[in-house]
């Protein structure tokens, strides 16, 4: 039941935007009196809606595909605290789209850095240089091979006051209706040697390193941290997933080898492979 859910959002949200749209466009020839719709116009917009609405519902209220974590390496080195953790919470990040029902957000937390605060950064918009996660380097959590490559997608400012984060909520719902891309910013998807995915997203604008078809070996850089995509700062967001595309995905569960994936708000000494 989860994979049917993951395989169906996408197409139903996308009929309901469609659905919505034409039914728009055929009550504005209906008020310039180019043809008359009467009422049909209005059960287009509430049937699009009811489809969006359902979208939203197999996102939020899917179930979740168990079984035992993957260990895998850890993508990135050195001390990372976990927001929306799936140690914490499945689905970690409220939601079962795009695959992210067992993803983790990882920012950069080195000792005596200062990294700006929501609220207390003094400014509602910041360049992403301002955050020590931004230009980390990315590495393969596992021997795999790459089937997914995004990295045209400018790095924009942190939303890090309210006044921020108003826009972020406004801006993602153009974000979605472009689909991963826009969500997930730049971004690499591997194939792992059992046959899952493993995706690692809002990677930094010109610095993914690899390319569709590439073997990477556990350890391998695939680029840098970035601020791409549905990202409020800079961090790396990674999840497991069944299938190539996130928009298809249904998560599934992992665990970082040696230190386990952190709790939110927990800052672990995270290592990539020995063979890096």
């Given at each position: ?134 230009g980390r380097p990315v590495h393969a ?111 599934l569960p992992w665990t970082i080898r ?19």
């Amino acid at each position: 039941m989860a994979v049917l859910c993951a395989r169906l959002r996408m197409p139903i949200q996308t009929i309901g935007v469609l659905v919505v749209l034409a039914a728009l466009a055929l009550i504005a020839l209906d008020v310039a009196g180019v043809v008359e719709m009467g009422i049909v116009g209005a059960m287009l917009v509430v049937a699009g809606v009811v489809l969006m609405v359902a979208s939203s519902m197999l996102s939020l209220a899917a179930p979740v595909v168990g079984g035992e974590p993957l260990e895998l390496d850890s993508p990135v080195d050195g001390p990372w605290m976990a927001l929306n953790s799936p140690t914490t919470k499945v689905p970690s990040h409220g939601t079962h789209g795009y695959g992210q029902a067992y993803a983790v957000d990882l920012v950069y937390a080195p000792e005596g850095v200062e990294r700006p605060r929501f609220g207390e950064a003094g400014a509602a918009f910041l360049p992403p240089e301002r955050f020590p996660a931004f230009g980390r380097p990315v590495h393969a959590p596992a021997d795999a091979t790459v089937v997914r490559v995004v990295d045209g997608i400018r790095d924009h400012r942190s939303r890090s006051s309210w006044l921020g984060l108003a826009w972020f909520v406004l801006a993602s719902i153009p974000r979605e209706l472009r689909g991963v891309r826009g969500m997930l910013g730049n971004h690499v998807v591997l194939r792992l040697g059992d046959g899952s995915h493993f995706a690692i997203a809002h990677l930094r604008h010109g610095s993914v390193d690899v390319r569709v078809g590439d073997a990477v070996v556990a350890g391998a850089l695939l680029g840098e941290c970035g601020n791409t995509g549905n990202s409020t700062e800079p961090h790396v967001h990674c999840q497991r997933q069944d299938v190539a595309s996130p928009a298809r995905a249904a998560g599934l569960p992992w665990t970082i080898r040696g230190s386990g994936v952190p709790a939110n708000e927990e800052t672990s000494q995270l290592a990539i492979a020995s063979s890096a």
